[in-house]
């Protein structure tokens, strides 16, 4: 490994403002764990006594305001550094709101566990969260019983439990696996059966784990049925969280742009359910390859390598956007530098995620050059020679989008955001996980 100069560095002006410098990535890397697999596995853990020995949890911002919910909830979870342990039992009413930060996650998935288990608890956020909508998954969890209170539809919300069970038949009306999850874990912890017809295909994290953990799960991308009752509750059992696929995801993409890239980025979740961008960019033209392809609790992950290829432009349709649906920033970075007009659609839920997702891709490409037509749920790139922006990018405090910031500098750079401090939300060290990557030459 040879060093460069850094590529990245702290803006003098800017306070936490990061600029993103061009250059290739080369070698291989581990990513942390699953932020979506790793909130599952502590709530998972709530449930029954027996111990549950976690390793691998995702180290960011929102899976800590998920332990420190459940904690507050009664739950006992103790951390040392390598291994996270999680002992349930009955749990409590908290002595506060429970304060779920950034994470709509953390709010949507706890807000199940509350009504199923029935418990009252009050549940908040920070600025951003308490602009995301509750009322999809509040609707369906009144259904169930429960009596939940929004302010309009947002945080803050109250929700007190479900002393008598009604629905245990839904039909999920927004593809979201937030929601799927919130009835289904809120069928767990009232011990009664659910079905949840009309998934779209939305990941499927909840479903696998409560099968890897002895629950009686069924689902076929569709429908899922969960019959509580029998499983891991008399057990300790243990789950190994894999890598996070939507933190592979930009240096996936960041190699695939950038010219003489090569990397492989190890152990990472690929759940198909998850791996939409691999699709997209492979009938991009992008040389993406999977190496020893096995099951870690109850997951498939792999080893991903990623060379640099020529790309040329596609049209992603609703389904296979639901399967990435975090990384449609990427797709359309990935579309900034392909030949031809990218057109994606079905992504209106991008509209209402930590940032509306769909202005920041267009303030990204704008900033480039590229020229992208927005629709209220699409987007149309037309792909060109992405130029160095002239202006700081602005990243509403949105992880996702600061990282996409950084894979777009890796290629058209140099690229300043005006803060970098969102990405401890999932991934705490990315900026030098990147800065490896980029320094070393093969
Ligand atoms: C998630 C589901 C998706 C995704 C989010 C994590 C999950 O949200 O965007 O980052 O862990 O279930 P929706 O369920 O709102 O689509």
Same mark, same amino acid.
């Given at each position: 490994?040879?060093?460069?100069?850094?590529?990245?560095?702290?803006?003098?002006?800017? /306070?936490?403002?990061?600029?993103?410098?061009?250059?290739?990535?080369?070698?291989?890397?581990?990513?942390?764990?699953?932020?979506?697999?790793?909130?599952?596995?502590?709530?998972?853990?709530?449930?029954?006594?027996?111990?549950?020995?976690?390793?691998?949890?995702?180290?960011?911002?929102?899976?800590?305001?998920?332990?420190?919910?459940?904690?507050?909830?009664?739950?006992? *979870?103790?951390?040392?550094?390598?291994?996270?342990?999680?002992?349930?039992?009955?749990?409590? =009413?908290?002595?506060? @709101?429970?304060?779920?930060?950034?994470?709509?996650?953390?709010?949507?998935?706890? #807000? &199940? @566990?509350?009504?199923?288990?029935?418990?009252?608890?009050?549940?908040?956020? $920070?600025?951003?969260?308490?602009?995301?909508?509750?009322?999809?998954?509040?609707?369906?969890?009144?259904?169930? &019983?429960?009596?939940?209170?929004?302010?309009?539809?947002?945080?803050?919300?109250?929700?007190? &439990?479900?002393?008598?069970?009604? !629905?245990?038949?839904?039909?999920?009306?927004?593809?979201?696996?937030?929601?799927?999850?919130?009835?289904?874990?809120?069928?767990?912890?009232?011990?009664?059966?659910?079905? @949840?017809?009309?998934?779209?295909?939305?990941?499927?994290?909840?479903?696998?784990?409560?099968?890897?953990? /002895?629950?009686?799960?069924?689902?076929?991308?569709?429908?899922?049925?969960?019959?509580?009752?029998?499983?891991?509750?008399?057990?300790?059992?243990?789950?190994?969280?894999?890598?996070?696929?939507?933190?592979?995801?930009?240096?996936?993409?960041?190699?695939?742009?950038?010219?003489?890239?090569?990397?492989?980025?190890?152990?990472?979740?690929?759940?198909?359910?998850? !791996?939409?961008?691999?699709?997209? #960019?492979?009938?991009?033209?992008?040389?993406?390859?999977?190496?020893?392809?096995?099951?870690?609790?109850?997951?498939?992950?792999?080893?991903?390598?990623?060379?640099?290829?020529?790309?040329?432009?596609?049209?992603? &349709?609703?389904?296979?956007?639901?399967?990435?649906?975090?990384?449609?920033?990427?797709?359309?970075?990935?579309?900034?530098?392909?030949?031809?007009?990218?057109?994606?659609?079905?992504?209106?839920?991008?509209?209402?995620? =930590?940032?509306?997702?769909?202005?920041? *891709?267009?303030? #990204?490409?704008?900033?480039?050059?590229?020229?992208?037509?927005?629709?209220?749920?699409?987007?149309?790139?037309?792909?060109?020679?992405?130029?160095?922006?002239?202006?700081?990018?602005?990243?509403?405090? $949105?992880?996702?989008?600061?990282?996409?910031?950084?894979?777009?500098?890796?290629?058209?750079?140099?690229?300043?955001?005006?803060?970098?401090?969102? @990405? $401890?939300?999932?991934?705490?060290?990315?900026?030098?996980?990147?800065?490896?990557?980029?320094?070393?030459?093969?």
């Amino acid at each position: 490994m040879m060093m460069d100069s850094l590529s990245i560095s702290k803006s003098p002006m800017l /306070g936490d403002g990061m600029t993103f410098h061009p250059g290739p990535l080369c070698g291989e890397l581990d990513v942390p764990g699953d932020k979506s697999i790793s909130h599952r596995a502590l709530i998972a853990g709530a449930f029954g006594g027996a111990l549950l020995r976690i390793t691998n949890l995702n180290p960011g911002r929102d899976v800590r305001a998920t332990r420190e919910a459940l904690i507050a909830l009664g739950v006992r *979870i103790a951390a040392d550094g390598r291994e996270t342990t999680v002992r349930g039992g009955a749990l409590r =009413e908290p002595a506060g @709101v429970l304060d779920c930060m950034n994470s709509g996650s953390t709010a949507r998935m706890l #807000l &199940g @566990v509350c009504a199923g288990a029935g418990v009252h608890a009050g549940f908040d956020g $920070d600025r951003s969260l308490r602009q995301r909508p509750m009322e999809p998954v509040a609707a369906q969890l009144r259904a169930f &019983g429960a009596r939940i209170d929004t302010t309009e539809g947002h945080l803050p919300v109250k929700c007190r &439990g479900t002393p008598e069970i009604q !629905t245990r038949r839904f039909i999920l009306l927004s593809p979201s696996a937030q929601v799927k999850s919130a009835l289904l874990f809120a069928g767990l912890f009232a011990g009664v059966p659910v079905r @949840v017809d009309g998934d779209r295909g939305s990941r499927a994290h909840t479903e696998r784990l409560l099968r890897y953990l /002895g629950l009686a799960v069924e689902w076929d991308g569709r429908s899922i049925t969960l019959a509580p009752g029998s499983g891991r509750q008399s057990r300790e059992s243990r789950i190994e969280v894999a890598g996070d696929f939507s933190a592979a995801a930009f240096f996936i993409t960041a190699a695939a742009v950038t010219p003489r890239s090569s990397i492989v980025i190890r152990r990472a979740g690929v759940n198909p359910t998850r !791996t939409g961008l691999l699709d997209v #960019l492979r009938e991009m033209g992008a040389r993406i390859e999977l190496r020893n392809e096995r099951s870690v609790s109850g997951e498939p992950v792999a080893d991903i390598g990623v060379t640099y290829a020529p790309l040329h432009a596609t049209a992603v &349709g609703p389904e296979l956007a639901l399967r990435a649906i975090d990384e449609i920033p990427l797709i359309a970075i990935a579309a900034a530098f392909a030949d031809g007009s990218t057109t994606i659609s079905g992504i209106g839920e991008l509209r209402t995620k =930590e940032s509306d997702r769909i202005a920041a *891709i267009e303030r #990204l490409l704008q900033a480039v050059s590229i020229e992208a037509q927005v629709q209220t749920a699409g987007l149309t790139i037309r792909g060109g020679k992405p130029s160095p922006p002239q202006a700081t990018i602005a990243t509403d405090d $949105d992880h996702r989008i600061a990282m996409a910031g950084a894979v777009l500098g890796c290629a058209a750079g140099p690229l300043t955001i005006d803060s970098g401090q969102s @990405v $401890d939300v999932s991934f705490p060290g990315f900026a030098q996980a990147l800065e490896t990557l980029q320094s070393e030459r093969v």
